[in-house]
């Protein structure tokens, strides 16, 4: 009455299977075969190639030697004085390479100028458009004189804050001292101020 069919779901399934596997090992098959072609073997050469040279450079490189010395050249604009200080590089500066140098001046050194890169010394140069320390001001603060001194960095402070009032003064002298009366000592500046007072 009931007869079986036979499935016809296996011989499908048998067939997904060995393409399965005959593409899987062509792929394999087809892999080896351009690992050995002319083509790749040039390419693995000059990466080779490149590493070789690359390590004869960083050898070739010149690196900050552990006694080397940073020279600090700063030039002040305004009064064209010049002031250098040296002093012994910092531990994680032995070693650096002028590129890696540079990528820490970024951090540590963004106002300077790299002047030279030897291994036993680092040039290098900041300027400021303003005066040095050595230079005084006379200027003026609500009618009164009032003296300003200059800082390394260039920034005018307040030295001193006088009674004298710039009324008392010639004109000559008060138009200079609402300009800024730049002077280049402290004598300089005491000899100005007992001008003023006579």
């Given at each position: ?24 090992y062509m ?144 004109s000559i002298?008060q138009e ?23």
């Amino acid at each position: 009455m009931f007869e079986k069919k036979r499935s016809s779901k296996i011989p499908i399934l048998l067939i997904a299977i060995l393409t399965l596997v005959g593409g899987f090992y062509m792929g394999k098959i087809l892999e080896d075969e351009d690992r050995n072609t002319p083509v790749t073997k040039t390419v693995q050469a000059e990466e080779e190639q490149k590493v070789k040279i690359e390590a004869v450079n960083k050898k070739e490189e010149v690196l900050v030697d552990k006694d080397a010395v940073i020279k600090i050249t700063t030039k002040y604009d305004k009064c064209e004085h010049v002031e250098t200080t040296e002093n012994p590089v910092s531990k994680d500066v032995v070693g650096l390479s002028e590129t890696e140098f540079k990528e820490y001046m970024k951090k540590n050194y963004s106002q300077f100028r790299l002047l030279s890169f030897k291994s036993k010394e680092i040039d290098l140069l900041k300027e400021i458009t303003s005066y040095c320390d050595k230079h005084y001001e006379i200027g003026e603060d609500n009618g009164y004189i009032i003296i300003y001194k200059y800082d390394e960095k260039g920034n005018k402070n307040v030295f001193k804050k006088t009674e004298s009032s710039i009324t008392s003064l010639p004109s000559i002298d008060q138009e200079q001292i609402k300009s800024g009366l730049i002077l280049n000592s402290l004598e300089e500046l005491n000899e100005r101020l007992e001008d003023f007072g006579s």
